[in-house]
């Protein structure tokens, strides 16, 4: 194992953006798991966020992409378990949602039990990203891509998009 | 124009080029169909533990994929049709979601008994779990018929979704703890999603049965069309009580008794099946050595 070899992989792959929503890199997103070496090539694990997210199929594309360009014969492998979590979203990526105008997610439910069902809308203690009000009101749990729900202010009256916990 | 082979058929990678070149470059990934760059079991150890039976869990994984492929396809037909733009997007976001469970259990359907793959032509790029969606008959179909009902209209499709959402999370969260460490995974994966699908289907049956008067009569006739097809659908996935418990605290909020209307007998698949499947499939099987 050369050491050396996989931080620069690591770093280049660290480096390549979710295709939606591009101020998040995969590593932001929580999404690239790992890089070893494999002999002469490189293997990057990923999970994918949603299991219907078309977007992986571009991340894959893209880290062999940019891992070729880099030098690397590179592989792409999927690891399914544990499932992905909004709250592998980095501090950093959490912040780079919010100046990029998105909510970024609360803690992920925690379950040690069966699932509840929930009537009620979904309460969540979220902030407009653009005049950070309180006064927030949900207008779906479903969005322009799988993870995010829908948002408006009632203070500015901006609509605005929330990452949602999973 | 577009270059094309022998028979007459478009040929994407002739190497003297088409007017779409420009647009596509060399990159595989634009191609959806007929490749194996997006196999979403790609790296995941597929061998079949020593202790179970790979025939049958293959077709119990089939089941489940083809449960999700057929009412994923249900509800991308609502497509520019829902009463609103929120809800023609959320039924979007659930029949992605649920097209996403069917390609990976239909993979792992493959992986694990490939016999049950349909053969086709040599050198077709078509990969498994294309084969398994596009290539079988509505006879080799493993789903219940309660996913392959026509939609009806929204109240009808919000009570099929809450039946099937109901009767799925309870036996995904069993499921979540199968021998099979990959089913284990797209099962506890789905869990999380169709928490999601539940909750929807759930707040919006009861919004329309408190809703008008109207809201209420499209909801109980929709929830009687689908009711006799509950209990086929419950006994192909052994769920329990608890998946009773979740429809009664559903059916007391709405203020509805559950339909007086016996589960419906017989076994196979409906009529509507074969009219779904005859356009899903038809332009797959026209090109079974195309690349979309």
Request: with cysteine; hydrophobic share 45%; net charge negative.
């Amino acid at each position: 194992m050369n050491g050396t070899v996989v931080s620069t992989a690591y770093a280049v792959a660290a480096s390549v953006t979710d295709p939606e929503m591009s101020m998040l890199t995969l590593e932001d997103l929580g999404v690239l798991r790992e890089v070893q070496q494999d002999g002469e090539q490189v293997t990057v694990t990923i999970t994918p966020t949603y299991s219907g997210c078309p977007a992986m199929a571009t991340m894959r594309d893209d880290l062999v992409r940019r891992l070729t360009e880099a030098g690397f014969a590179a592989e792409v492998k999927v690891c399914l378990t544990p499932a992905w979590s909004s709250d592998w979203i980095t501090d950093r990526g959490r912040q780079a949602l919010r100046e990029a105008g998105l909510s970024p997610p609360g803690p992920a439910p925690q379950r040690d039990g069966p699932v509840t069902l929930s009537l009620a809308p979904t309460r969540r203690e979220i902030a407009c990203p653009r005049c950070h009000s309180t006064s927030v009101e949900l207008t779906s749990e479903f969005g322009a891509t799988a993870c995010k729900a829908l948002y408006r202010c009632a203070t500015c009256l901006e609509p605005f998009e929330h990452v949602k916990e999973i | 124009m577009v270059s094309t082979d022998s028979t007459g058929t478009p040929d994407p990678n002739a190497g003297h080029g088409s007017v779409y070149d420009g647009l596509l470059g060399d990159d595989d990934s634009h191609w959806a169909f007929g490749t194996s760059f997006e196999d979403p079991l790609a790296g995941v150890d597929t061998r079949v533990p020593d202790d179970l039976d790979a025939a049958e869990l293959a077709g119990f994984c089939l089941a489940l994929g083809d449960d999700a492929l057929v009412l994923s396809h249900r509800l991308a037909q609502w497509c520019s049709n829902a009463p609103d733009l929120e809800d023609d997007i959320a039924l979007a976001n659930i029949s992605l979601d649920l097209l996403g469970q069917a390609r990976l259990l239909l993979s792992r359907a493959a992986a694990a008994d490939p016999s049950l793959v349909p053969a086709l032509p040599d050198g077709s790029p078509v990969p498994a779990e294309d084969a398994l969606a596009y290539f079988r008959e509505a006879a080799e179909f493993r789903s219940a018929r309660i996913v392959e009902l026509e939609n009806g209209d929204f109240a009808q499709t919000i009570a099929r979704l809450l039946l099937f959402a109901i009767v799925r999370l309870a036996a995904f969260e069993r499921l979540a703890s199968h021998a099979d460490p990959v089913l284990a995974a797209i099962a506890a994966k789905g869990v999380n999603e169709l928490a999601y699908h539940r909750d929807y289907a759930a707040r919006w049956f009861v919004t329309l049965a408190q809703g008008t008067e109207e809201s209420r009569r499209r909801l109980v006739a929709g929830l009687a069309q689908v009711w006799p097809y509950l209990s086929e659908f419950q006994g192909a996935y052994a769920v329990g009580s608890e998946a009773e418990e979740v429809l009664d605290q559903v059916l007391a909020a709405a203020a509805l008794d559950r339909p007086a209307v016996g589960p419906l007998t017989g076994t196979g698949h409906t009529e509507a099946l074969s009219r779904m499947l005859a356009e899903m499939q038809v332009v797959a099987r026209a090109h079974p050595m195309g690349q979309w």
